[in-house]
């Protein structure tokens, strides 16, 4: 397996591993678990407590906090190795602007392990950081690679990360993902929703990506012997126009 389509295997194991911690502590949940009105970080609180952060009052208490928090550092090394891998993509010709993204995925990962370590109830400062340089970063990523993946004039016979159908799609998710990220900063309300349209749909992006990468065609290499022949064939036809047109002269 090349290194594009095992760094499109494990963004979309990446994902999928954050998806699943979620789920298994919201399943656990002591009481009503709201979308909207519960943060994702709510999750990964170790404690059972009345929030005091700036959002409106809730009562947090998540038996699973350790499926979420194990669930999203997991997902973080993954990032990082496929991140990695992406960086090296780039080297063997398999993924335009790869050394950007993977770089950007990286350091995406670590601001993910950072919240994922250090829950909201230990130190909200460290943790809230982490989070919010997560989204900024997971913005940065999207850009990146629709960026890379658009039509380029010189042939320099890298794959694009991203067909043109996932490139589109890819600009219309970053839409959501920017007005999620700055309703998650100045509204108080409905907290859960804007961080869900911020975070989750990076999330889902992120098996967008991955599926791209494995299945993705570049432009193939033009046969010197193939283009020849080619140009050959046509030569004689034209040659043998202008010989059946003299003829009938």
């Known amino acids: 397996m090349t290194q594009r389509k095992t760094a499109g295997f494990l963004f979309i194991c990446s994902a999928l591993l ?25 999750l990964g ?19 699973g906090h350790l499926w979420f928090n194990v669930g999203l550092g997991a997902s973080a090394v993954i990032l990082a190795v496929a991140g990695a891998l ?21 350091v995406q990962a670590i601001s993910m392990g950072v919240a994922a370590a250090v829950p909201a109830n230990v130190q909200s400062t460290v943790h809230g950081g982490a989070v919010i ?17 658009r039509d ?4 320099d016979n890298q794959r694009p990360m ?9 600009w219309v998710l970053m839409v959501i993902v920017a007005i999620g990220f700055v309703a998650f900063l100045f509204m108080t309300d409905r907290p859960g929703l804007w961080e869900r349209m911020s ?13 791209s990468l494995l299945n993705t065609k570049g432009n193939r290499k033009p046969d010197p012997k193939r283009a020849q022949a080619e140009l050959d064939k046509r030569n004689a036809v034209i040659a043998a126009a202008k010989a059946q047109q003299e003829s009938n002269d």
Not at 51 to 56: L, P, R, T, Y
Not at 86 to 106: H, K, S, V
Not at 135 to 148: F, I
């Open 152 to 155: 380029v004039l010189t042939n």
């Open 45 to 63: 609180v170790t404690e059972c407590v009345l929030s005091d952060d700036q959002f409106i009052s809730r009562y947090i208490c998540s038996p």
């Open 133 to 149: 340089v997560s989204m900024v970063l997971g913005l940065a990523l999207m850009a990146s690679a629709a960026l890379a993946s």
């Open 86 to 106: 992406l960086i090296a993509a780039q080297r063997y010709n398999q993924a335009r602007g790869g050394m950007r993204t993977g770089a950007i995925a990286i």
């Open 199 to 211: 975070s989750d749909v990076q999330t889902v992006w992120t098996l967008l990506l991955g599926v």
């Open 162 to 170: 991203l067909n043109s159908a996932a490139r589109g799609l890819t």
């Open 18 to 42: 954050a998806f699943i911690g979620q789920a298994i502590a919201i399943a656990q949940w002591d009481g009503m678990y709201q979308l909207s009105a519960n943060l994702t970080s709510d």
